[in-house]
């Protein structure tokens, strides 16, 4: 059973501070993803990485990073988080290259920036 | 500009009778499409996918349709009980280019299943 775990279910931050995001999956698979959700907004894709230390920008990189240092850890990165950040953060991981493979999503964690 | 629309915000339907939930494509290299389900609070889970080379995938009491031509498809959930109450996102996938399993979503549908 794959399983895709996030450091923490909610977070409180302040504007301008650092925050790390770690996503840790357990199936060995070579794809990573971050997303945000918002209300009305559906999923949006910040980041992806293929392989370790690979990253590609998805459609709303700005004001993020990310690190992939280990297959299994993809750690999201808000350099100086703002309040527009305020969201729910999603991690997914998927197995390969096989066409339309399925993500498997983490629990998510719902950010707080005051 | 969203390539795949769900232009039903929500949906509310009685226990026992279908749902029906809609999704709109724009790009024709999507071969692959995805249905997840998500509640509050939880990541999405995977329900139901199916391949451009159908036009339906069937598992138990959930349907996806697929019409290539009219760059659509449908979840129909026959029959519909309270436990569906969900936000459901269709997700399509294309092969070619750089973005190789990636997903492009929905913004997804609030399903409201009443006794």
């Known amino acids: 059973d794959v399983k895709v775990t996030q450091s923490s279910r909610y977070l409180v931050k302040r504007t301008g501070e650092k925050v790390f995001l770690e996503c840790v999956q357990d199936?060995?698979?070579?794809?990573m993803f971050w997303y945000r959700q918002d209300p009305g907004l559906g999923l949006r894709l910040i980041y992806f990485?293929?392989?370790?230390?690979?990253?590609e920008k998805g459609d709303i990189p700005e004001g993020y990073s990310v690190s992939r240092e280990k297959k299994e850890r993809f750690s999201l990165i808000l350099e100086s988080a703002s309040t527009n950040q305020t969201s729910m953060y999603l991690c997914?991981?998927?197995?390969?290259?096989?066409?339309?493979?399925?993500?498997?999503f983490g629990p998510g964690t719902r950010l707080l920036v005051l | 500009d969203q390539q795949v629309k769900q232009n039903s915000p929500s949906l509310s339907v009685q226990e026992g009778r279908i749902s029906i939930l809609n999704c709109d494509y724009t790009?024709?290299?999507?071969?692959?499409f995805l249905w997840y389900k998500k509640y509050p609070a939880e990541g999405p889970t995977f329900l139901i996918s199916?391949?451009?080379?159908?036009d339906k995938n069937e598992d138990g009491r959930f349907t996806v349709f697929l019409n290539k031509s009219a760059k659509h498809l449908s979840l129909h959930i026959v029959p519909s009980q309270p436990g569906d109450s969900a936000v459901y996102f269709c997700?399509?996938?294309?092969?070619?280019?750089?973005?190789?399993?990636?997903?492009?979503f929905g913004r997804g549908t609030q399903l409201t299943v009443w006794p």
């Open positions: 997914a991981s998927s197995g390969g290259t096989v066409i339309g493979e399925t993500q498997y």
């Open positions: 199936m060995d698979h070579e794809n």
């Open positions: 990485s293929y392989d370790v230390k690979m990253k």
């Open positions: 790009n024709s290299m999507f071969d692959y």
């Open positions: 199916i391949s451009s080379i159908k």
């Open positions: 997700a399509a996938s294309a092969d070619r280019g750089s973005t190789l399993g990636r997903l492009y």
